[in-house]
């Protein structure tokens, strides 16, 4: 699954409206629960696991995508 794909499902928006620049600041579904269920999902659907710092790191699709980049993972 591609990010985008992932984070338009767990954010329950159009895929279209996804972009690298999607992030809590600009995208009102993104609360701090759905964060928590950002990680799971990413955990998951990639089989990896987040450190606190990680998770904490995670402020936008963009740096999720650099962050899985960073564990070997291909999500484009």
Same mark, same amino acid.
Not at 27 to 39: A, D, F, K, P
Not at 47 to 73: M, P, Q, R
């Given at each position: 699954?591609?990010?985008?794909?992932?984070?338009?499902?767990?954010?329950?928006?159009?895929?279209?409206? %996804? +972009?690298?620049?999607? $992030?809590?600041?600009?995208?009102?579904?993104?609360?701090?629960?759905? =964060?928590?269920q @950002?990680?799971?999902?990413?955990?998951?659907?990639?089989? %990896? +696991?987040?450190?606190? $710092?990680?998770?904490?790191?995670?402020?936008?699709?963009?740096?999720? =995508?650099?962050? @899985?980049t960073?564990?070997?993972?291909?999500?484009r």
């Amino acid at each position: 699954m591609r990010i985008h794909e992932l984070f338009a499902a767990v954010l329950d928006l159009p895929e279209q409206e %996804i +972009t690298d620049d999607t $992030a809590p600041h600009n995208t009102g579904q993104w609360t701090s629960r759905v =964060h928590i269920q @950002l990680v799971v999902a990413l955990e998951d659907v990639y089989g %990896i +696991t987040l450190s606190a $710092a990680e998770i904490k790191a995670l402020t936008s699709i963009g740096a999720a =995508h650099g962050i @899985l980049t960073a564990k070997g993972v291909d999500a484009r």
